[in-house]
């Protein structure tokens, strides 16, 4: 009898160990998978981390697009940050700039980066940015507040369907802690 619950434990911690295992592979895996499903599905848009040269497209004036700005902060992002123009009507294939303004809260100098994305993400390859703030870190001094433009086109074969594309940012903070104390 004692044999037997020793084979039975034996095998409980092989499945154990395999399905320990078997977790391990599928968390390692998720990170792919959730690339192929956002490229599937068009969710997550991503948009280019740097400027794209400003090149001439024919306006479409018989078509508008509501261009939403919408701003959020890190936990840990000490700023204040927003739009000065929530949305705006576009044609595509017109240039257009608008400006955010952050502010560093703190006493200390500060480098902040923000990170945009798009909505829906299938239409982040037709929004073109020339200039924006999110292609480098940002350095505030202390208590310093800035206007920054970004400067975009709606390309004109954006598909029919989108009336509506949605530019997020969210600022982090990304200065190094001070480990002087």
Known sequence: MNEEIKKKNTRLVRKLLLIAVAMFGFGYALVPIYDVLCDITGLNGKVESQAVKE????????REITVEFITSLN??????????TKKLKVHPGEYYTVNFYAENKTNKVMKAQAIPSISPGLA?????????????????????????????????DLPK?????????????????????
Do not use: H, S, W
């Open 55 to 62: 090149i001439i497209y024919p306006i479409d004036k018989n």
């Open 75 to 84: 936990e840990a992002a000490p700023m204040l940050f927003r739009a000065e």
């Open 124 to 156: 982040a390859e037709y929004f073109k940015k020339t200039e924006c703030f999110c292609f480098t870190e940002q350095t505030f001094n202390a208590r310093e507040g800035r206007t920054m433009p970004v400067r975009f086109v709606v390309n004109p």
């Open 161 to 181: 369907q989108y009336k509506t594309i949605t530019l997020a940012y969210t600022f982090f903070d990304n200065t190094k802690p001070d480990n002087t104390k």
